[in-house]
């Protein structure tokens, strides 16, 4: 199948890639746009990785107040350049990030920072539930760990489903970002506040 300069600005459009980038991609996957997205993001994770080393100095805090004025965010994502932090796309997915908090109202960071206690709880309540449900004893300790991994996705920021896209996660927003800006960022703390909450 041919590349064509159209199917090509598609692929830019949706992804923000490159042209030769997108051109790269549709070749690999013989003009498969959704496989050329999969290939373009899985290559962006294998940018990121050679970035994630180097360190994040500057960068921005955003914030987010929901309409109604009783649910705001605060979220503050490092970047190694003053120029990379003021550009539109690093702008652009910090605010993304800030209403995403909002939305999904995650409890830690990633899975190091969810507090060991809550995670103790958990496994209790997902114990009693499979003993409950009748589960053998042999099988509970595997269902128990894939309860806390989906628990992990649901409730770590960096794991979540971004709400504006939910086939990435927040990690994968950010390491298409470190790819398409070429630097190493990181969400270094966010907080959500609430009225009443």
């Known amino acids: 199948m041919g590349i064509t300069a159209a199917l090509v600005k598609e692929l830019r459009d949706k992804t923000g890639a490159g042209m ?4 790269k991609a549709l070749t690999e ?5 959704e496989k050329a997205i999969v290939y373009l993001r899985e290559k962006g994770i294998a940018k990121a990785a050679k970035k994630a080393g180097r360190e994040t100095r500057e960068g921005l805090i955003v914030s987010y107040i929901h309409p109604g004025d009783k649910l705001g965010t605060m ?7 003053d120029f990379v932090a003021r550009t539109d796309d690093f702008r652009t997915m910090a605010k993304d990030i800030a ?3 909002a939305a999904a109202n995650p409890v830690a960071l990633s899975r190091e920072d969810v507090p060991a206690d809550l995670i103790e709880k958990e496994k209790d309540i997902y114990r009693t539930q499979a003993l ?3 589960k053998p004893e042999k099988v509970i300790d595997r269902i128990i760990e894939g309860r806390i991994d989906k628990y992990y996705a649901e409730t770590c920021l960096l794991e979540q489903a971004f709400v504006k896209d939910p086939d990435q996660t927040i990690s994968d927003l950010l390491n298409a970002m470190i790819a398409k800006l070429g630097e190493n960022m990181s969400i270094r703390r966010f907080v959500r506040f609430q ?3």
């Open 29 to 33: 996957t013989d003009g498969d746009i």
């Open 20 to 23: 030769m980038d997108c051109k």
């Open 99 to 101: 209403m995403h908090v």
């Open 75 to 81: 979220v503050e994502i490092a970047c190694e350049t």
């Open 132 to 134: 409950n449900d009748g």
């Open 195 to 197: 009225i009443g909450g």
